[in-house]
């Protein structure tokens, strides 16, 4: 009986890496848009794609080459970079719950892996029992490292020869809208979202990309008074 009952119970290592496996398919453009990017740079191919495994964050990166590619001071790109990225603080205020329960070398181990996907996809599962939360958020985290490696490298090389009439440009919103979608399970929510655009949208020219940073105080400010009248 034992034994029966152990092969009923959900492999969530298995599951982390399947549900991984449909956001790695529209990220595949974004990571060849990446590649093209230190390609335009002019920045040494190797110490473009090095950035993937020091700082395992598309958008920085991509934010990072491409100024430096424009002539910006490192100070400058290295600001509007983690500008950028300073949304995974908000990522890690969401999941701070569940990572109380969990071992220490996965409290210090799992921030590295709190990528966009990583966290539309375990935003959801902070219910499950600490191993099978750790299990599955591995699984999913490693599957996109993995990915993001392999086809940052690729576009190195595939991004120069695409066509020259060919725009893939647009995989980044496309994938940042696809993410959204998936995360947005009620009225408040969706609120919260079209609000942090519109903010996003009229605040494009502060410097820095710093505008990014406010619409997401903004934003997060609009869910904390909607979350508080809900109740």
């Not at 100070?75 to 995974?88: E, K, P, Q, W």
């Not at 690729?154 to 994938?175: C, E, H, N, Q, Y």
């Amino acid at each position: 009986m034992l034994s029966d009952s152990n092969s009923l119970k959900p492999n969530y290592v298995r599951r982390g890496f399947l549900d991984a496996l449909i956001l790695v398919i529209p990220a595949i453009p974004f990571a060849l848009v990446f590649g093209l990017a230190v390609r335009e740079s002019g920045i040494a191919i190797w110490l473009g794609w090095s950035s993937s495994p020091i700082m395992f964050s598309g958008a920085a990166q991509i934010t990072l080459i491409t100024l430096l590619g424009e002539g910006a001071s490192v100070a400058a790109a290295a600001t509007a970079a983690l500008v950028v990225g300073a949304r995974h603080l908000f990522y890690s205020f969401s999941m701070a719950p569940v990572m109380q329960h969990q071992p220490s070398w996965f409290r210090w181990f799992a921030p590295y892996m709190l990528v966009d996907q990583v966290f539309a996809l375990c935003v959801g599962k902070q219910d499950l029992p600490a191993a099978d939360f750790r299990r599955y958020y591995l699984a999913a985290g490693m599957t996109f490292w993995v990915f993001w490696m392999t086809f940052t490298a690729l576009g190195l090389f595939v991004g120069p020869v695409l066509p020259a009439g060919l725009d893939i440009t647009f995989a980044t919103p496309v994938l940042f809208m696809g993410l959204l979608v998936t995360t947005i399970d009620g009225w408040q929510k969706a609120v919260v979202a079209v609000f942090a655009m519109v903010v996003t949208f009229l605040l494009a020219d502060m410097p820095s990309r710093s505008g990014l940073l406010v619409a997401a105080l903004a934003g997060l400010i609009l869910g904390l008074v909607l979350e508080r009248f809900r109740r």
